[in-house]
């Protein structure tokens, strides 16, 4: 097992599904390297990764952490490297706005407490 962090763009819509052991998201990622595009097609079962997925379109910048398995897919052009990633955590430019608003209410929460303390001392 391979542990990976992939970095590329949501090809297509991610879908939800339901097995038996609960639900699941299946996303298609497109990798770029300097001489070749990688399909990582993404498989999550972890509840907070797969709503972050679902909230992502096709064309959205992502990077995915999780479990890599190559594999090769032998299409018309001859074969083409593919992997297969069970991920357990989701981040893209949403999430990373909205940490930073979180962090910066709690900033500003914290100012404020420390503004009221010292009009409080006085």
């Not at 679902?54 to 490297?81: F, I, K, M, N």
Request: with cysteine; aromatic share 6%.
């Amino acid at each position: 097992m391979i542990d990976g962090l992939i970095t590329g763009k949501i090809f297509g819509q991610p879908r939800q599904g339901q097995g038996k052991n609960g639900s699941y998201v299946t996303a298609k990622v497109r990798a770029t390297t300097e001489q070749d595009t990688i399909f990582v097609n993404i498989i999550c079962f972890n509840q907070q990764a797969c709503t972050q997925l679902l909230a992502l379109q096709d064309g959205d910048s992502v990077s995915v952490a999780g479990s890599l398995t190559p594999r090769v897919w032998d299409s018309q052009d001859g074969p083409r490297p593919v992997l297969d990633m069970v991920a357990h955590a989701v981040l893209s430019v949403y999430h990373i706005k909205k940490k930073r608003d979180e962090v910066q209410g709690i900033r500003n929460q914290a100012r404020q407490e420390d503004f009221n303390d010292d009009f409080d001392n006085e």
